[in-house]
């Protein structure tokens, strides 16, 4: 059994009726039209609400319990999905570890309409209980696969006339003087030592965001929230 924590995540776990979800657990004294409008929600699901003594770190005295659930979507059947599109956006995240950075990337992805965020399936964090907290219920909305092979991936995509910009803090290309193509996927690496070097050899674009202070890097999750607005509003 999987537990989602938090208010929005457990909000938008609710309205997703596709969860089974077992129960939702409130702490003792929650009150005021947020909690009531959760109790509302589970009663019309037929969901059992408990109520417990002891807070959860982090939880905002909210939890729902659910059957599990997979996240993932197939990649061949986004494929076919991103076939059909003229305008479309993809992330794919090489190797990202920290689960509060994923979280916060996918709450990025949800924002700006990423049509998918790819994966590779060693190496990388996994959907768990931070990512989903972290990611504040956008999690419900955006898709995600998992791939062996990130190189092929984007061969594969790039058939679909996709333009493939990764993210680096060594290149020539300014962010914000670019072009971008109306298929975009934007490539982000590994919070240490950025994209690998096979896979930066199958981007088109090397791009960069410069930086004027004493500090010469962004975390990933906030270079991800400007990369995707600049795409998104070109």
Same mark, same amino acid.
């Given at each position: 059994?999987?537990?989602?924590?938090?208010?929005?995540?457990?909000?938008?776990? &609710?309205?997703?009726?596709?969860?089974?979800?077992?129960?939702?657990?409130? !702490?003792?004294?929650?009150?005021?039209?947020?909690?009531?409008?959760?109790?509302?929600?589970?009663?019309?699901?037929?969901?059992?609400?408990? !109520?417990?003594?002891?807070?959860?770190?982090?939880?905002?005295?909210?939890?729902?319990?659910?059957?599990?659930?997979?996240? !993932?979507?197939?990649?061949?059947? %986004?494929?076919?999905?991103?076939?059909?599109?003229?305008?479309?956006?993809?992330?794919? &995240?090489?190797?990202?570890?920290?689960?509060?950075?994923?979280?916060? *990337?996918?709450?990025?992805?949800?924002?700006?309409?990423?049509? &998918?965020?790819? *994966?590779?399936?060693?190496?990388?964090?996994?959907?768990?209980?931070?990512?989903?907290?972290? +990611?504040?219920? %956008?999690?419900?909305?955006?898709?995600?696969?998992?791939?062996?092979?990130? +190189? #092929?991936?984007?061969? $594969? &995509?790039?058939?679909?006339?996709?333009?493939? !910009?990764?993210?680096?803090?060594?290149?020539?290309?300014?962010?914000?003087?670019? #072009?971008?193509?109306?298929?975009?996927?934007?490539?982000?690496?590994?919070?240490? +030592?950025?994209?690998?070097?096979?896979?930066?050899?199958?981007?088109?674009?090397?791009? $960069?965001?410069?930086?004027?202070?004493?500090?010469?890097?962004?975390?990933?999750?906030?270079? +991800?929230?400007?990369?995707?607005?600049?795409?998104?509003?070109?």
């Amino acid at each position: 059994m999987e537990r989602i924590i938090g208010i929005n995540p457990v909000t938008e776990a &609710l309205l997703n009726k596709e969860k089974n979800i077992e129960k939702l657990e409130l !702490y003792n004294g929650l009150k005021g039209e947020t909690v009531q409008k959760l109790k509302d929600l589970a009663s019309k699901r037929n969901i059992k609400i408990f !109520y417990t003594g002891k807070k959860i770190d982090n939880s905002q005295g909210v939890a729902v319990y659910i059957s599990n659930y997979d996240y !993932y979507k197939d990649f061949d059947e %986004a494929y076919e999905e991103l076939a059909g599109k003229d305008k479309s956006l993809v992330l794919i &995240l090489d190797e990202i570890q920290d689960p509060r950075n994923f979280g916060a *990337i996918i709450r990025s992805a949800e924002v700006f309409k990423v049509d &998918l965020i790819i *994966i590779p399936e060693r190496n990388s964090v996994r959907i768990n209980e931070t990512v989903v907290k972290t +990611s504040t219920g %956008a999690i419900e909305y955006v898709n995600i696969s998992k791939v062996t092979n990130l +190189s #092929d991936t984007i061969n $594969k &995509l790039k058939k679909l006339d996709y333009w493939v !910009y990764g993210a680096a803090g060594e290149a020539n290309i300014n962010y914000n003087e670019e #072009d971008y193509a109306n298929k975009v996927i934007l490539v982000l690496g590994n919070e240490g +030592s950025g994209i690998r070097k096979k896979v930066r050899e199958h981007c088109d674009k090397l791009i $960069k965001i410069p930086m004027y202070g004493q500090i010469n890097s962004l975390n990933v999750s906030v270079a +991800s929230g400007i990369l995707l607005s600049r795409i998104v509003n070109r």
